[in-house]
């Protein structure tokens, strides 16, 4: 036998005093310390622009679909209004992506992407992002969000002629992202969160303990909140007590979120698989196929409008305000309205996944707010419920980030009665999702790179 050693191999895992050394170590180091400085200072001045930024974005879109329509004596936009919008938002952004450096930031097919921020790609990321969002694409601004705030991060860093390495490149790049973000989603904890996993700290390990750990916690948190004619068990705990009790789960919640999940994660997985078919379309004639997918994703509204005499609005846009008005109001939508809305929107989801510039998030937890809505009337699923899970299956299978996704639904509902069918459903959905066959990942990836560098 060997004397055991004072130091650990190489293998071992790290222990708490050994981490809290290190954390230690790198917080003396100056280098450290002044792009923490920095990154403090920075916070103040990239929320502002991204702000002002959004909100400029909103302005925009009030106008072109509430204003304008209204000036012209439309009480609504009529069913046709979406094709000119998105036919000059497709002619931007085509000319932004073959033209300017960055091609207006990255495909939203892809997924979020927290690294790569540059500052020669701000002002593509911009112009492209206000053609796409304000003009009717089916996708949300938090992608360009953190191009803008990494971007503004280094820019500012540069202004101060600070040292330009690799890790402070990353870093800062992070810091303003998060900051950024931290505007849309009206959290900093979300923005934190959803840079954690997007940047993939911990790898496939944190993956591999974390998805057992949230099954685990929402099972477990039935015990507590119980369900049915369990009553659950009361403890001391750190929770707040609220007067207004939100209402208690029923056995067919659980039951039937986890089989809604499931269907939900199959749809996001076709609406994915249709966007990175779009972009392995548009890459071989980038800007005539980026007004030819915008056009037809306007042509989804219009025919939306056209069979269901509701407002394109419904399909177009990211579906942030409709969202609202759906969860205010559940019982306005029809089954047929649902219907058409969960597949004309889907359609035109996966034509500016692949063509124009946005973020997947907004449009993804839409169209699970609305199978939740439609499936609500299943014996023993609320509205409530059925809406928490649905959000959170879309959004994971979507983004594949089953802890951002449980965090940011739990923040947007703030209904904590609905926390383990949110865990149920996003652990669900991401099983399901990475069960399914992937598509096209390689060919969409030399096609990007051939395209490039053709331009």
Same mark, same amino acid.
């Given at each position: 036998m060997t004397e055991p050693s004072d130091r650990p191999a190489a293998s071992d895992t790290p222990t708490q005093p050994q981490e809290t050394a290190l954390l230690r170590d790198m917080l003396r180091t100056p280098g450290y310390l002044k792009a923490l400085v920095l990154s403090g200072l920075i916070g103040i001045p990239i929320s502002l622009v991204a702000f002002w930024f959004l909100a400029g974005l909103q302005e925009l879109e009030h106008v072109l679909w509430a204003d304008l329509p209204q000036a012209?004596?439309?009480?609504? #936009?009529?069913?046709?209004?979406?094709?000119? $919008? @998105?036919?000059? &938002? *497709?002619?931007?952004?085509?000319?932004? +992506?073959?033209?300017?450096p960055g091609a207006g930031g990255h495909i939203p097919a892809s997924g979020l992407h927290a690294g790569g921020a540059s500052t020669a790609a701000l002002p593509g990321v911009v112009i492209a992002a206000a053609a796409s969002l304000p003009l009717g694409a089916v996708l949300g601004p938090e992608a360009p969000l953190?191009?803008?705030?990494g971007?503004?991060?280094?820019?500012?860093?540069?202004?101060?002629?600070? #040292?330009?390495?690799?890790?402070?490149?990353? $870093? @800062?790049?992070? &810091? *303003?992202?998060?900051?950024?973000?931290? +505007?849309?989603f009206g959290s900093p904890l979300i923005a934190a969160v959803l840079l954690i996993e997007v940047a993939g700290v911990g790898g496939p390990q944190l993956f591999a303990i974390m998805l057992p750990a949230l099954l685990s916690s929402g099972v477990g948190a039935l015990v507590f909140t119980g369900f049915g004619r369990w009553t659950g068990l009361d403890t001391g705990s750190l929770a707040l007590k609220f007067p207004e009790s939100p209402p208690r789960l029923d056995t067919g919640d659980v039951f039937w979120s986890i089989l809604m999940a499931v269907a939900i994660a199959v749809l996001?997985?076709?609406s994915i698989a249709g966007g990175r078919l779009t972009a392995a379309f548009v890459a071989a004639r980038t800007f005539t196929r980026t007004v030819v997918c915008a056009v037809a994703a306007g042509g989804c509204a219009a025919l939306y409008a056209v069979i269901t005499g509701r407002t394109p609005v419904d399909v177009a846009s990211s579906g942030q305000a409709t969202l609202a008005d759906m969860a205010s109001d559940p019982?306005?939508?029809?089954?047929?309205a649902l219907l058409a809305v969960v597949l004309f929107k889907s359609l035109a989801y996966a034509l500016c996944l692949g063509s124009l510039r946005g973020g997947p998030v907004f449009p993804s937890l839409f169209l699970g707010a609305a199978v939740g809505?439609?499936?609500?009337?299943?014996?023993?699923?609320?509205?409530?419920?059925?809406?928490?899970?649905?959000?959170?299956?879309a959004l994971t299978s979507v983004l594949r980030l089953p802890v951002s996704s449980v965090v940011l639904v739990v923040v947007l509902l703030g209904n904590s009665a609905t926390v383990p069918v949110v865990i149920l459903a996003a652990v669900v959905a991401l099983v399901t999702t990475e069960l399914l066959p992937a598509v096209l990942p390689s060919r969409l990836t030399r096609w990007r790179s051939d395209s490039r560098e053709t331009r």
């Amino acid at each position: 036998m060997t004397e055991p050693s004072d130091r650990p191999a190489a293998s071992d895992t790290p222990t708490q005093p050994q981490e809290t050394a290190l954390l230690r170590d790198m917080l003396r180091t100056p280098g450290y310390l002044k792009a923490l400085v920095l990154s403090g200072l920075i916070g103040i001045p990239i929320s502002l622009v991204a702000f002002w930024f959004l909100a400029g974005l909103q302005e925009l879109e009030h106008v072109l679909w509430a204003d304008l329509p209204q000036a012209l004596d439309w009480d609504t #936009p009529p069913s046709w209004w979406p094709l000119p $919008l @998105l036919l000059v &938002a *497709g002619v931007i952004v085509g000319l932004v +992506v073959t033209h300017l450096p960055g091609a207006g930031g990255h495909i939203p097919a892809s997924g979020l992407h927290a690294g790569g921020a540059s500052t020669a790609a701000l002002p593509g990321v911009v112009i492209a992002a206000a053609a796409s969002l304000p003009l009717g694409a089916v996708l949300g601004p938090e992608a360009p969000l953190i191009a803008l705030g990494g971007g503004l991060a280094l820019l500012f860093r540069d202004l101060a002629r600070a #040292p330009a390495t690799a890790k402070s490149t990353a $870093l @800062l790049g992070a &810091a *303003g992202a998060a900051a950024a973000i931290s +505007v849309i989603f009206g959290s900093p904890l979300i923005a934190a969160v959803l840079l954690i996993e997007v940047a993939g700290v911990g790898g496939p390990q944190l993956f591999a303990i974390m998805l057992p750990a949230l099954l685990s916690s929402g099972v477990g948190a039935l015990v507590f909140t119980g369900f049915g004619r369990w009553t659950g068990l009361d403890t001391g705990s750190l929770a707040l007590k609220f007067p207004e009790s939100p209402p208690r789960l029923d056995t067919g919640d659980v039951f039937w979120s986890i089989l809604m999940a499931v269907a939900i994660a199959v749809l996001m997985h076709l609406s994915i698989a249709g966007g990175r078919l779009t972009a392995a379309f548009v890459a071989a004639r980038t800007f005539t196929r980026t007004v030819v997918c915008a056009v037809a994703a306007g042509g989804c509204a219009a025919l939306y409008a056209v069979i269901t005499g509701r407002t394109p609005v419904d399909v177009a846009s990211s579906g942030q305000a409709t969202l609202a008005d759906m969860a205010s109001d559940p019982h306005a939508w029809g089954v047929g309205a649902l219907l058409a809305v969960v597949l004309f929107k889907s359609l035109a989801y996966a034509l500016c996944l692949g063509s124009l510039r946005g973020g997947p998030v907004f449009p993804s937890l839409f169209l699970g707010a609305a199978v939740g809505v439609l499936l609500s009337p299943l014996p023993g699923l609320g509205v409530v419920p059925g809406v928490a899970g649905g959000m959170a299956a879309a959004l994971t299978s979507v983004l594949r980030l089953p802890v951002s996704s449980v965090v940011l639904v739990v923040v947007l509902l703030g209904n904590s009665a609905t926390v383990p069918v949110v865990i149920l459903a996003a652990v669900v959905a991401l099983v399901t999702t990475e069960l399914l066959p992937a598509v096209l990942p390689s060919r969409l990836t030399r096609w990007r790179s051939d395209s490039r560098e053709t331009r």
